[in-house]
């Protein structure tokens, strides 16, 4: 029977070649998931990072530095993550006259509340829908959308 010692050796091996070819036991131990904590995103400071990237971010062209322009609201203690909480992300998104926030999906579904906008609107898989302030719309995921105003 191997002692204690013999079998430690033998894990800490084990774990080491698993972690070469890309493989983790499940009774590895893992990283306590940080606690959120209770967070207020100030409207005024949202609104006044999201006017002042709308001055320095350009939208739509291939040489642009970003396909879309959004705040995100990031929880304190999710910081890695870049996440809300644990199962939501969100971001306040700014879309300006003449711009198209370019076609694209993704894994999660998505919903946009209207908070500010006129001749704004999303086109889900070819349905276009106009966005004005109070209207709140759904996304299914991996439907294809774009934004445009």
């Not at 609104?47 to 320095?56: A, I, K, M, W």
């Not at 040489?63 to 929880?75: K, S």
Request: hydrophobic residues 35%; charged residues 30%; glycine residues 6%.
């Amino acid at each position: 029977m191997a002692t204690k010692a013999e079998l430690d050796t033998r894990l800490e091996a084990l774990h080491v070649r698993m972690k070469e070819n890309s493989l983790a036991g499940h009774w590895q131990e893992r990283q306590r998931r940080p606690d959120l904590v209770p967070w207020l995103w100030d409207w005024a400071t949202i609104r006044d990072c999201l006017e002042e990237s709308g001055e320095v971010i350009k939208l739509g062209g291939v040489d642009d530095a970003a396909n879309r322009r959004t705040v995100q609201l990031i929880n304190p203690n999710l910081t890695d993550a870049k996440a809300t909480t644990r199962t939501l992300q969100m971001s306040v998104q700014l879309v300006k006259p003449g711009e198209v926030a370019e076609c694209h999906r993704h894994r999660a579904g998505a919903l946009r509340f209207a908070v500010e906008s006129t001749g704004t609107y999303t086109t889900v898989e070819g349905e276009r829908m106009v966005m004005e302030p109070g209207d709140l719309i759904l996304t299914p995921n991996w439907k294809w959308h774009d934004h445009t105003n």
